[in-house]
């Protein structure tokens, strides 16, 4: 059957109108294949109409009272909009499921039909996924599942799963991600060098030349910078420079559950904890001994491992789990945070002595908002990239796309960039990005808004808002305490705008 899309737009909004349209496809006996109705929009989806019957249809739409114009369109806004989410969810390093509210599966990312290579539309989930959180989640426990390690056709999986809710905090049913934990990738082959740090800010230039300089000593670096700053870039560029041929690890140590992170980087012998390999295993300071480790998000490490991680910065050794053995070690550490270590020393959540031991040398990597005359830099490097993944033979930017990526304040840096420039890609389809192609991670804060309702409008600032404070924050508690609110509130907001917790 062939199909005609159709955006009808609207002077003003009066009670009917959507009726009157309709009356007059009624007369014509022209059936509705799917419609959307906005205050001073609607979207038709019709069967093919023969040019003659169209134009008597178009004269008598131009007579109802407060029609604009139409025009014909390629795809509903609804079409749009998913097109683009499955765009963006196919980009994610992560297998995602969304669920139906008995659980069936509703949608799965490219990723996630990887993992799950027999998975269908509708069945549900735990046909593939066998887990008694997962089944509680889905029956009857009002609960999230954090980072829980599950298997699937033998292969070890981090597990995640979070209730899903409209804006009017209903209830719609739940989000499954996947990130499969595999044995770690060592490798002696130089990942990085500081010639592919892509910039010519003197901020940048400063901070290149002091990690140069720091790379050849073997006492710890700790690289201080915002998020998506390029921090882990700066670690394997140090690596490359002072010890090409070693190995080299880096692990987040945010992004690992607490007794999973302390076997991977001390190893374990046969019989320490149940699931263990009765091998024992390797953990990284002794795997990567005579290269480097890199300890992304050093604010997030337990007391209990800050402890055992000072002692093979002091000493040299380490002891792994279930064993009185030490084992001589020689591995530089290179650390990274965005987090406010001496605030943590000062709340007794991070060690003095760890601290000194950590920042024996720092380098200060800048945000890219204060390196705006990179930005075009940048663009082009990450244009380049993409073209060639995407097989394209050009990609072009329009000026006024150009200008909304000058304009913003890239709160996630680099990342967010990259990021930004991947989607513009892929949603342009013939390589010319516009406007419209510019969907960025963070909205700003602010009071300009495109055209809505007053209760948008207010919503859409409290959840920037609420996400701003967060990120500012060391806790949920210590938002809700700067937001004069409670606890509880705060973590209902969360739920609402489906904002991460931290």
Known sequence: MQIKRVKIIFKINRPHLTFDMLKVLQVHDIPVLSMEVYSNVIYLKLPEIASEIYEAVYEEWE????????????????E???????????????????????????????????????????????????DTELDEL???????????????????????????????????????????????????????????????????INAVEMAKLFANADASILLLGESGTGKEMFARAIHSYSRPNEKFMGINCAAIPEELLES????????????????????????????????????????????????????????????????????????????????????GRFRLDLFYRLNTFSVEIPPLRARMEDLDILTHYFLEKMRKRYNRTS???????????????????????QNVLERAVVLSNNGDVLPKHIKFDHDEVGIEQESGSLKDAVENFEKQYIKKVLKESNSIRGAAKKLHTTHTLLINRMKKYSIDKM
């Open 395 to 417: 990609i072009t930017f329009s000026e006024a796309a150009k200008n909304m990526l000058r304009n913003y304040s890239w709160p996630g840096n680099i990342r967010e960039l």
């Open 63 to 78: 007579n109802v009272y407060g029609f604009d114009h139409i025009e014909e369109i390629g795809v509903m806004s609804f």
């Open 138 to 204: 889905i029956s009857t426990a009002d609960k999230t599942i954090k980072n829980k390690i599950c298997q699937i056709q033998g292969r070890n999986f981090l597990l995640n799963a979070d209730k899903l809710f409209s804006e009017e905090n209903i209830f719609i049913g739940y989000l499954v991600t996947l990130k499969e934990i595999g044995e770690p990738d060592f490798s002696t082959k130089s990942y990085i060098t500081f010639d592919e740090i892509v910039g010519k800010s003197e901020s940048l």
């Open 264 to 347: 991977e980087l001390f190893g374990y012998e046969k019989g320490a904890f149940t699931g263990a390999k009765s091998s024992g295993k390797m953990g990284i300071f002794e795997a990567c001994s005579g290269g480097s480790i890199f300890l992304d998000e050093i604010g997030e490490l337990n007391y209990h491992l800050q402890a055992k991680l000072l002692r093979v910065i002091q000493e040299g050794k380490i002891r792994r789990l279930g064993s009185n053995r030490e084992i001589d070690v020689n591995t530089r550490v290179i650390s990274a945070t965005n987090r406010n270590l001496l605030k943590l020393i000062e709340e």
């Open 80 to 130: 749009e909009k998913d097109i683009e989410i499955k765009s963006v969810l196919n980009l994610i390093s992560e297998g995602v499921v969304l669920l139906s509210k008995n659980g069936t599966i509703e949608y799965v990312n490219k990723l996630a039909r990887e993992y799950l290579v027999t998975i269908k539309d509708g069945e549900a989930i735990t046909a593939h996924i066998s």
